[in-house]
């Protein structure tokens, strides 16, 4: 369900610091091909949480007062994605830890 498994070669760009304090990136073609991966990916998660989010209301409605018992697989995986950071959006590991959080 989650697309986990896609490569990231072109997805991780750098910025050159001029002497004015603006940055560009040293390779633009890279810079917008990362842009665009990164909004798949968040589109991808968004995706998946509205998926598992229908699951669980479709179970909720299936079971009626007994779904405290029977829908608890569903509940479960729904609130693991969305619990995650960036609700599970697959971001790529950079050399430094701060980036690897955004900040």
Same mark, same amino acid.
């Given at each position: 369900m989650l697309?986990?498994?896609i490569s990231y070669i072109n997805y991780i760009h750098y910025i050159q610091q001029q002497?004015?304090?603006l940055g560009r990136a040293k390779n633009p073609v890279k810079y917008l091909q990362s842009i $665009?991966?990164?909004a798949r990916e968040r589109q991808v998660a968004y995706e998946t949480v509205r998926l598992l989010r229908r699951d669980?209301? $479709?179970c909720y409605r299936k079971e009626g007062v007994n779904h405290y $018992?029977?829908?608890k697989a569903p509940v479960e995986k729904y609130a693991k994605v969305v619990?995650?950071?960036d609700v599970g959006q697959v971001n790529p590991e950079y050399k430094d830890e701060k980036k690897n959080y955004g900040f």
């Open positions: 697309a986990t498994s002497k004015d304090g $665009e991966q990164r669980v209301i $479709e $018992e029977n829908c619990l995650k950071r």
